[in-house]
């Protein structure tokens, strides 16, 4: 059994809230939100970060767009920060490939606002409003 956290998640040994799965990527609501319909876009293979292989970071991009799109369209957000930390100093803390796509509503605007943490967000509702027909 392997001991990297988003690979046990890949597998379903560990629950997550899933709002996305293709061939190469799943995604899934991060579970210590900076905004509302935080989720990351996770390689099902073992990458350890977007650098380390030339494909894996390209391979989710449809997942990507996919699943920034859906964020957009069913919370109403007016923006998003779309990122990926590589190693330690930048503040990775998991090491298997994943983008953050971090929602951004009008009213508290910039890149220093985003680390700024929301609270009180109810994920089992958004993971709702993401799967609701
Ligand atoms: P990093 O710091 O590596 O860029 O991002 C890792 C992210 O994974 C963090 O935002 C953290 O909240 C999230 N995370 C860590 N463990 C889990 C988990 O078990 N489930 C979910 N859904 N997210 C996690
Ligand atoms: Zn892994």
Redesign the pocket.
């Known amino acids: 059994m392997t001991d990297c956290?988003f690979c046990r998640?890949v597998a379903g040994e560990?629950p997550?809230?899933r709002v996305f799965e293709d061939a190469d990527a799943i995604a899934?609501?991060?579970?210590?939100p900076y905004k509302p319909g935080?989720t990351?876009v996770v390689s099902k293979r073992h990458v350890p970060e977007a650098l380390a292989d030339a494909g894996a970071l390209a391979s989710l991009a449809p997942a990507i767009t996919t699943v920034g799109r859906l964020l957009t369209e069913r919370l109403d957000a007016d923006g998003m920060n779309v990122l990926?930390?590589v190693g330690e100093v930048a503040?990775?803390?998991?090491?298997h490939l994943?983008v953050?796509l971090i929602p951004r509503f009008e009213g508290k605007a910039g890149i220093r606002a985003m680390l700024d943490k929301d609270h009180d967000i109810d994920l089992d509702a958004i993971q709702a409003r993401l799967l609701g027909a």
């Open positions: 956290i998640i560990i997550s809230r899934f609501l991060d579970i210590a935080h990351l990926t930390n503040g990775q803390s998991v090491f994943h953050h």
